[in-house]
């Protein structure tokens, strides 16, 4: 009987424990929910704790846990937290895949996705962020479509904010259009998107518009709440000048880009994307100028964080750019490590290629940057047009302008381009080879008429081509090309005049029937008198010709006018304003206006004839040829015989002992009179 007793009563002991359990684990469950909705997650994560401490089995606590993790940001621990419980994994996929994107495991996440045969509708949300990191902008397009179409929720607004965006990145970084999807442009994101849209398509005037429509609407939405501060709406403004910069900048205005990059660079933002996109663009606009602010500046592109920030063409630009400041700074083994990181990373790319000939041309070593540009243009099938060019652009450096035309010849049909052509033209014509510069000019306009291209690109081929050749005396030969300018433009009267001008060498007869249709010189000359100019000789100058000039005679209704006219055109006399002492009864000198050292007045100050007395050591005399002023030129006692010194005299009296006359005089003059102050 002890021993059943014992067993009810321990029964019963457990029974108790566990109902004490429950209702403590439904009170922690209360006040889980109280804290969740009050946002106060680390109170919510330690309340879980204690729940996991009595039930550590329980999914939905652990659910909990997971979640306040990813709430208070710690991704790393809340990643551990599932994989160390398998047995949960399965039904946190999606806080699973969130923690790999936000731990910048891209790939991993995808694949976490991707293992999900039926995803729901928030992993398909993720994958679209996921997709669209990855820079796989096909399938990210897909993604959102599919949401938009069979999702409506509170969230429509944010899904068609991104699918802009990704809209915009595809004809932005790979040139891909799209149908038109007919989005929106009524909120500042949208708008954004479609500016950025608009640039990669090219229309920089119609992005401006956009994005000063965009920057209007963030300043709105955001000048409305009252949390906001100025700085955190300028902040917010970053991207939005930031861009608009960039499109100045391609516009060729760099003074006011460059006002915009440092305005931005100023306020120090928080976003380690835009400061480093700005400051790249600064740099890019310094060139070869200011290098010490650009070495400063290209300091803000260099952080592993910008890998999950930019993409990989503004990875790759920056990168780049640090390269050329290296060559600027005669870095040049700092340069080549790093040319050799941009190599391994972007294998396809031409500039690495090119910074490296760059290298070689800064060195002077010109024969090796050819060889290398010739290597691998040789080893790849398609190059580029800026490799051509830089290969003909070394050519030309070392004066071998011969070879830059045949290099120039080899681009195929970009040689057709206005600017190649302008080039050839110019190298042609330097070497003095006027056939080539025509020929290059006549396969021009025959390419464009026979491909289609842009007729008002025809058009300006057509017109240097003709003016080409009637300035080499080809005139016959332009009359055909004269002749498409007008068929094109009828009503050209410039045209209709160069074709007169170009007939009349060669054909008199058919310039003479072209000069009827021009329009009457009274069209062209208004008022201006033709007798008066025939009779004006050509040699008077601008000012004799209008005061030669004939005028017309006013009419009788004028006359009035133009008297009024001359009344309020007479010059206002003078008011001369005299000295203060002036008298008018006194005759002024004639002589002051010259300096006084040529006035007739001037007397000139006397030198001291004690200058040069009792100079020299004590006791010193002088030579007997300074002594002796008959030695001096310009001395009145020159070319006199000097008179014998008597027998009875001495040596020389010396200086200290000389007494000159004037002084005698003065001081025999000073004896006369009497002091003042009665004596002693």
């Known amino acids: 009987m002890l021993v059943l007793h014992e067993k009810v009563e321990t029964k019963y002991i457990r029974c108790k424990m566990a109902a004490t359990s429950e209702a403590k684990i439904a009170s922690l469950y209360s006040e889980l929910d109280r804290f969740q909705k009050n946002g106060d997650y680390q109170k919510a994560l330690n309340t879980v704790n204690k729940i996991l401490k009595e039930a550590r089995n329980d999914e939905t606590a652990f659910k909990c846990k997971v979640v306040c993790l990813i709430q208070l940001s710690q991704f790393q621990q809340a990643f551990k937290e599932i994989v160390n419980n398998p047995s949960f994994a399965s039904a946190l996929v999606f806080e699973k895949a969130y923690c790999q994107y936000r731990l910048n495991k891209i790939n991993e996440a995808l694949s976490t996705i991707n293992a999900v045969s039926e995803p729901s509708q928030k992993l398909k949300e993720l994958k679209g962020q996921v997709l669209y990191r990855l820079e796989q902008y096909g399938k990210c397009l897909d993604v959102y479509k599919d949401l938009i179409k069979n999702t409506s929720d509170d969230f429509d607004e944010e899904r068609e904010t991104n699918l802009s965006a990704v809209v915009a990145a595809m004809q932005l970084w790979e040139g891909q259009s799209t149908e038109d999807l007919g989005l929106k442009d009524d909120t500042f994101e949208l708008c954004y998107n479609k500016a950025c849209l608009v640039l990669g398509q090219g229309d920089y005037t119609e992005a401006l518009k956009l994005l000063e429509r965009a920057e209007q609407l963030c300043k709105e939405s955001l000048e409305d709440d009252p949390d906001m501060t100025e ?104 340069c080549r490590k790093l040319l050799k990181n941009i190599k391994d990373k972007d294998k396809e790319s031409d500039m690495p290629c090119l910074l490296e000939a760059a290298l070689l041309c800064r060195e002077k070593q010109y024969q090796k940057a050819m060889k290398l540009l010739e290597e691998y243009s040789n080893s790849k099938e398609d190059v580029s047009i800026a490799l051509t060019l830089t290969r003909a652009q070394i050519y030309l450096m070392q004066g071998n302008i011969g070879q830059a035309c045949d290099v120039l010849q080899s681009l195929g049909d970009n040689k057709h381009r206005p600017g190649i052509v302008s080039t050839l033209v110019a190298l042609y014509a330097n070497m003095e080879n006027t056939e080539g510069a025509i020929e290059a000019l006549d396969k021009a306009v025959d390419w464009y008429k026979s491909q289609g291209g842009s007729q008002s690109e025809l058009h300006t081929l057509l017109r240097e081509n003709t003016n080409f050749k009637i300035r080499h005396g080809q005139s016959e030969a332009a009359t055909s090309l004269l002749e498409d300018l007008r068929q094109a433009n009828p009503g050209d009267i410039r045209t209709l005049a160069q074709l007169i001008s170009a007939y009349s060498k060669f054909d008199p007869k058919r310039a003479q029937e072209l000069s009827q249709e021009l329009p009457p010189v009274q069209e062209f000359s208004g008022n201006i008198d033709v007798d008066t100019l025939e009779n004006t000789p050509i040699f008077m100058a601008t000012r004799a010709m209008k005061k030669g000039a004939t005028k017309n005679e006013p009419a009788a209704g004028d006359a009035k006018k133009e008297a009024e006219i001359t009344k309020k055109k007479r010059k206002r006399k003078k008011i001369r304003y005299m000295p203060k002492y002036y008298d008018p009864a006194v005759t002024p000198d004639p002589e002051r206006w010259l300096p006084i050292r040529e006035r007739s007045t001037y007397k000139a100050k006397r030198k001291n004839k004690k200058a040069g007395i009792g100079k020299g050591t004590q006791g010193a005399t002088a030579g007997p040829n300074d002594m002796d002023a008959s030695s001096i030129p ?12 008597s027998s009875s005299s001495g040596a020389s009296v010396p200086p200290r002992q000389q007494k000159p006359t004037q002084a005698t005089k003065k001081k025999q003059a000073s004896k006369g009179k009497k002091k003042k102050g009665g004596g002693w």
Do not use: W
């Open 634 to 645: 310009n001395s009145p006692q020159a070319g006199k015989p000097s008179p014998k010194p």
């Open 231 to 334: 700085e955190e709406i300028e902040a917010e403004l970053g991207s939005v000048r930031v861009q608009k910069g960039y499109i100045l900048q391609l516009q060729g205005k760099t003074d006011d880009a460059m006002k915009i990059y440092n305005q931005v660079v100023k306020l120090r933002p928080d976003d380690i994307g835009l400061m480093a996109v700005a400051s790249n663009n600064i740099v890019s606009l310094n060139k070869d100028q200011n290098v010490f602010d650009s070495k400063k500046k290209i300091k803000a592109t260099i952080s592993d964080n910008l890998n999950h920030k930019l993409s990989v063409q503004q990875r790759s630009a920056m990168a780049c750019n640090r390269c050329l400041i290296m060559v600027y700074t005669n870095q040049y083994d700092q």
